[in-house]
Every structure is written in structure tokens, then in C-alpha cells.
């Protein structure tokens, strides 16, 4: 038996030389069998996206689209009409002030510059139109599903800090018990029953005055697959707002035959690179034996070892350096109990269009929020401080302050109450370089600042 070769063995040499045909016929079978089940995945990837709100949106018909935006006067709905001289995806009330109620999506006439990924809904009150109506999409639910997904938020912008409620509903006649409302803002996150013909609403409503406000629908996903049998129990959430997103596996036996579809195939590639690299498929396929390994720390496609990462590559603090979702100048500090004046300094500056990073608006969803922070003020080159005695004794707004100096970003205090900075604030951002606010008008100060901002962006 000394001296004979197996057939293992002489595999491996063949393998080693470089002589194995790279393609025998059961190399072929095997090789094809594993791109069918990767195209087959395909397919469930796609049925898995969800539609995004957004995407719904007609652009020049209402209704184009499977949604149709409408106002709402207790139980009557009508349709809004298409605003041609506001431009693409404009749909409001002729002959009303600004055409409101008015929904749309994108830039703002003027080319103002607002969120191209968000819809805004403006509802109407008595103090300007003479009416009082609610802001409402609607959509029909697909017949092949009998539950749906509905994530996303909504926060409320403007000049003005004049509520707005914003509401969920499924039913034309359900207005009034919402599965979901909010007053200013949050996040939602619904499973919802539904049975074929059922309508899903989003509604915006003002609860004061509608002068210089608007309702922003951000990042709404809707997600319908089939469960169980189709018809079932009334539509009721097992979700709320601001709660994290549950687990997208459900437990047996209310499995999705999706799912199960995925597990087979993910197991059937798995069997498969398992025979190929037991029989030394792979090698072969590749036309070679196995390349040189690379040193311990050493990037095989590059070389350069790990010591060799730049600290801009790996970003300040240990967290990896992002990019905003969109170039910006100026990142705005300040205190959620002084939101409202935050979003005022907001508008004005994107109005002259100087481009603002202020949260939580341009957090991405999933994204980690100090992380996201920590990122936007690397990038920014000027940071406006709203202070006051809430800010002044917030621990967050002491800590983006403190990032910003070590980045040498431009700091401008905005002084709206009349309160001696603390200790850690005075010695972060001094005392000769406060704009003060203390008087009314408020918009008269946010235009020096808008000018002051202008002025220290061109000096950079």
C-alpha cells in the first residue's frame, strides 16, 4: 500500500499544480446549482422592500399614484387640487391663502430650500382661511396582505411655535379614534390587521393658528405582507410611537412562507460551498490553488497594515467619522424646550440658503444619534448656540460645545433670556461674542444673525 496515491491526494496535487480541469460536469452542475439559488433570492428582496410614502406621491394627478391628498371637514373629504404654478408634486385649495390645506413634497417655490425626502402637510384654521380643515393622505391597502408595517415620524415646522396634531387612521369614518396621534412630533411604528378595501390615512391638523406653520411626514414606510388567513381580526396597532422597532421574525407557525423560502436557500448554499470546498471546487473555479495569505494586520487588496489607518479614516473618539445626509455649514445647539426658536433660526438661515444641520431632522433613522451628532459638528463650520437657563444647564448642549472647540468650529451664542452663563459654558464660549435676543421682535435678531452667520462663512 506504500507508494499508491488516492484520490484525495492526487485532488490535492492536481489542485497545488494548477492542472485540474477547471470545469468538469459536476463541477458545472454544482457550480450553476449555486447561482440559481443567489438569483432566486432576488426576487424575495424585492418583495420584502417596503413602499415609501414619498414614492406615493402624485406629481401633476392627484391620485396617479394610488394616493390621494385631500381635505378633511369632519366626514367629507375632497380631493386637493394640483397648484401649476407652484411646480411638480403641489396640491392645494385654490382661491385660499398659500392653498392651504396644501400638501407637497420637495423644494419650496423661491427655491427655498427644504428636505426633498419629506411631505409636508398644511393644514387650515378660521384665523386665516375662514375654514377650519385637516391636511390628509390617503392610500388604499394592497388586496394581497392582510397586515401592514407603518414606521416613520413627524415633527412640526415653522416661524411660529402654533401646534399641530398629526393622526393615523384606517377607515374614512375612523377620524375621530385614531390608532396613533401625536401633537408636535414623534415617532410611530404600527403592526396593523387590515382587510382588502381598507384605506390607511395620515392627517395633519392645526390646533391654533395656521399662520407660518407646517406639518413634516419623514422617512414613512408602509409594509404589507400576508399572515395567517386574510380577513381576520379589526385593525388594531401592537405598536406606538416612540418605540423601537420590533423584531421583523414573527414566531412560529405564523411564519412568512418568505421567510422560510430565505432559510431554505440560504441552507442550500451553505450545503453547496460546503461540497465545493470539500472536493476542492473553489480553487479550481478560480483557475488557481490558493494565493498567498496575508500577513497578520495586512489588507489583502491594499497592503498597507493596520497600523497604517490614518485617524481620519477611523474618525475622532473611536467612532467612525460619517457624512450628514447632505453638505452643511452650520449645526444649531440648543435645548429641546427651546425647539421652536431653534427651527425659526433654521428657516431663516435655510432661506438664505445657508444650509443647517440641527436635530433631530437630519439624524438618519437607525443611524446612532451621538454618533450622528459627533459627525455633523466635525463637518460643520459654524455652530449657533441658542442659550438659555435650559440650556445653560443641559449636560448635551455642554458636550457638542466641547466638540466644537476641540474642532475649532466657529461658536455663535444666541442669547435669548437674560441669564449668566455657568462656569463650563463661560469658559467654552467666553463673554464678548453674544448676539442678544432678549427683546421682541424675535425675527429682527435672527436676521443679524442670519448676516453675522454670512459674514464668518465667507471669512472661511
Not at 390607511?200 to 399662520?211: N, P, Q, S, T, V
Not at 410611537?241 to 412562507?257: D, E, H, M, R, T
Request: glycine share 10%; net charge neutral; aromatic share 10%.
Amino acid at each position: 500500500m506504500i507508494g499508491m496515491r488516492t484520490p484525495g491526494r492526487r485532488l490535492t496535487n492536481q489542485i497545488r499544480r494548477g492542472t485540474l480541469p477547471v470545469f468538469s460536469p459536476a463541477r458545472k452542475g454544482c457550480f450553476f446549482l449555486l447561482v440559481l439559488v443567489g438569483v432566486s433570492l432576488l426576487p424575495s428582496q424585492v418583495l420584502a422592500t417596503p413602499v415609501l410614502l414619498l414614492d406615493l406621491m402624485p406629481k401633476t394627478v392627484n391620485g396617479e399614484n394610488g394616493a390621494f391628498l385631500q381635505s378633511r371637514m369632519g366626514s367629507t373629504y375632497n380631493d386637493l387640487e394640483f397648484l401649476q404654478n407652484s411646480g411638480d408634486y403641489w396640491f392645494g385649495t385654490p382661491g385660499t391663502p398659500q392653498g392651504k390645506p396644501l400638501i407637497t413634497r420637495g423644494v419650496f417655490p423661491g427655491n427655498v430650500p427644504r428636505d426633498p425626502f419629506s411631505v409636508y402637510a398644511f393644514p387650515s384654521n378660521v384665523n386665516q382661511t375662514g375654514f377650519k380643515a385637516d391636511a390628509v393622505i390617503r392610500w388604499k391597502l394592497p388586496k394581497t396582505g392582510n397586515r401592514i408595517r407603518v414606521n416613520g415620524y413627524c415633527l412640526r415646522e415653522g416661524r411660529n411655535a402654533f401646534p399641530i396634531r398629526f393622526y393615523i387612521y384606517l377607515g374614512s369614518g375612523s377620524h375621530d379614534h385614531p390608532l396613533w396621534e401625536t401633537v408636535n412630533g414623534g415617532d410611530f411604528n404600527l403592526l396593523l390587521n387590515y382587510s382588502a378595501g381598507d384605506e390607511i390615512f395620515f392627517g395633519a391638523e392645526c390646533l391654533a393658528e395656521d399662520i407660518n406653520i407646517r406639518g413634516r411626514w419623514e422617512n414613512v414606510t408602509l409594509d404589507a405582507f400576508s399572515e395567517g388567513p386574510a380577513g381576520g381580526a379589526p385593525a388594531q396597532p401592537t405598536g406606538n410611537g416612540n418605540q423601537a422597532p420590533p423584531s421583523p421574525w414573527p414566531a412560529f407557525p405564523g411564519v412568512p412562507l418568505l421567510y422560510l423560502l430565505i432559510t431554505a436557500a440560504v441552507f442550500a448554499c451553505g450545503v453547496g460551498l460546503f461540497a465545493a470546498r470539500r472536493y476542492g471546487m473553489i480553487p479550481a473555479l478560480l483557475g488557481n490553488g490558493p494565493g498567498p495569505v496575508p500577513a497578520p494586520g495586512t489588507s489583502r487588496e491594499t497592503g498597507k497594515t493596520s497600523t497604517d489607518v490614518t485617524t481620519a479614516e477611523r474618525g475622532s473618539g473611536d467612532i467612525p467619522a460619517k457624512r450628514s445626509p447632505a453638505h452643511h455649514d452650520v449645526f444649531i445647539c440648543y435645548s429641546n424646550h427651546d425647539k421652536p426658536v431653534a427651527d425659526a433660526i433654521c428657516a431663516h438661515l435655510e432661506a438664505h440658503a445657508i444650509r443647517c444641520w440641527i436635530a433631530p431632522r437630519d439624524v438618519l433613522p437607525g443611524e446612532d444619534f451621538p454618533e450622528s451628532i459627533i459627525g455633523a459638528i466635525e463637518e460643520s463650520r459654524v455652530m449657533v448656540l441658542v442659550f438659555s437657563s435650559h440650556a445653560n444647564s443641559s449636560h448635551h448642549v455642554l458636550r457638542e460645545l466641547t466638540k466644537a472647540v476641540s474642532r475649532g468650529v466657529i461658536i455663535i451664542p444666541f442669547r435669548i433670556e437674560d441669564v449668566l452663563p455657568s462656569r463650563s459654558m463661560e469658559y467654552l464660549i467666553g463673554l464678548p461674542h453674544w448676539l442678544d435676543a432678549l427683546t421682541p421682535p424675535l425675527e429682527a435678531h435672527i436676521e443679524t444673525l442670519v448676516r453675522t452667520v454670512d459674514i464668518f462663512l465667507k471669512k472661511t
